[in-house]
């Protein structure tokens, strides 16, 4: 059944298309009014997609296709820090986790998609992994409240939030530069659209390297659940369709291992998410 949303590039041309997790359906060149999934997403055209989608016959296999991060233009990118009880007690600070979250933003030129590799920056070796649920804002607006929050999600994804650990200290406030670099995180490896408010209430996160365990948490424990986050971030800015919102992640980043065990070549990082899927990276430097 073709019930996912996929991006990605053929002979160096960018399309969109619909997968059951091992075949593709091209659906860009069928539905040229949408340039990208950012654009189905705005005019609420899903369903009319993945109905086309089940009509079609199939275009090529997933396996050695070029995956792009699942919405390739966003206008927002914002992603919530400190957002599990665990991590809260990580940073070994005495406080109690705090009365609102911690924001920041990322670009979209900072993530690469499904099966292609993080990479780890000149500048420093202290490339450290982050897996997280992302959500696809679908209905945009201001002063969303959290019962009607989960009507504004479209989509579900998975978040590797690579990050550069010694340049998130740079500077006494920001951490953006250390978010930011170019290809250190991933995102995908597709969309699958939101039905159910226990997609997002109770899912698993689990991250692997190497076939380790390192994170694994639920969000019935977040400290600022997803209804939440939209409600606040939505009180200070317009969200609009095909905005994305990475929700946080669980205690256990190597950064916070004794010894710390950051990211080297040749690493291979899992990020699983219950009723979403596997986002699977590996590393190279960068050249």
Known sequence: MMDRFISYTIKGTPMWGATDGKDIVD???LMTQFPTLRDVFQLNAQNEALELAEKCEISRELTGTVLDIPIPNPGKIICVGVNFPARNEEYKDGQEAP??????????????????PLIRPKASHQLDYEGEIAIVIGKGGRHISQRESLDHIAALTICN???IRDWVRHAKFNV???KNFDKSGAMGPWLVPFSNPQQVENADIITRVNGEIRQQDNTTRMLFPIRKQIEYISTFTTLEPGDIIVTGTPTGAGARLDPPQFLKPGDNIEVEVSGVGTLINGVEDEQ
């Open 27 to 29: 659906l860009s060149p």
């Open 99 to 116: 009365p609102n979250m911690s924001l920041f933003v990322r670009f979209p030129s900072s993530f690469t998609g499904h099966n292609s």
């Open 161 to 163: 939030e690579g990050t």
């Open 176 to 178: 953006t530069q250390g």
